[in-house]
């Protein structure tokens, strides 16, 4: 079973619009998330990290953590033809150098 | 800045091949890593390392081989590959320490393998 999971597994998103991301890890040693994008035929990029309880904003990105139920969830407003990518969310614990388990990811597509 | 840079970035191989992937990065980074990504998913841990001549396995290291013989590269090799396989193979690095759990992960562009 996937520890870290993400849905949904794709979202279409017309441009302007909103788009929401869930994931939520099953390993409660996990004390990271990491957001990253991944447009088509090139490396990932990490996006956005959380590490506390609440929400971070960055333009026209939100994330929002709780640590309780280990969900982070990411949100994009005013969708962008641009933004259109795979996101891969990943989660670490608070060990010396252990690498990132990775969800399947949500792939999105914003339509103009 | 920095760079990470693999070799090649399109391999071809038979099957029951050993094939040699390698990755070089000048962020002089401690830890470097091998993923596996298949069909445009998420990413699996093959191997890391943590400094030079160090290696760690991860959750996929089954197949795999690794070498960390400097601080600036990481090799990665398919011991015997299977047919019909197709993959990209992406080596990430990172700053990591003690208590820090997680610092990003620059990756670089990817190998893309296909078994015939």
């Known amino acids: 079973q996937q520890k870290v999971q993400q849905s949904p597994e794709s979202l279409i998103v017309p441009e302007g619009g909103m788009a929401s991301l869930n994931c939520t890890s099953s390993d409660r040693n996990v004390d990271y998330f990491w957001w990253y994008r991944q447009h088509s035929g090139k490396s990932p990029k990490m996006l956005m990290?959380?590490?506390?309880?609440g929400e971070k904003e960055e333009g026209r990105f939100t994330v929002h953590l709780n640590k309780a139920s280990l969900h982070t969830s990411l949100h994009i407003r005013d969708s962008q033809p641009s933004d259109s990518a795979l996101y891969l969310c990943a989660a670490s614990g608070n060990n010396y150098a252990q690498g990132l388990t990775f969800g399947l990811g949500t792939r999105v597509s914003v339509f103009p | 800045g920095g760079i990470i840079t693999q070799t090649p970035k399109f391999l071809i191989g038979q099957e029951g091949q050993k094939l040699t992937l390698k990755c070089q990065q000048n962020?002089?980074?401690?830890?470097m890593y091998w993923y596996r990504q298949d069909s445009g998913k998420g990413l699996r841990l093959i191997y890391y390392s943590i400094t030079e001549n160090d290696l760690q396995k991860g959750d996929l290291s089954e197949g795999y081989d690794a070498s960390r013989e400097k601080k600036s590269s990481f090799s990665l090799t398919v011991t015997s590959a299977q047919k019909n396989e197709m993959a990209v193979f992406l080596c990430?690095?990172?700053?990591?320490?003690w208590g820090l759990g997680g610092s990003e992960q620059f990756f670089g562009p990817g190998t893309r393998l296909t078994v015939l």
């Open positions: 990290s959380i590490f506390s309880n």
């Open positions: 990430a690095s990172s700053i990591e320490g």
């Open positions: 962020f002089n980074h401690d830890t």
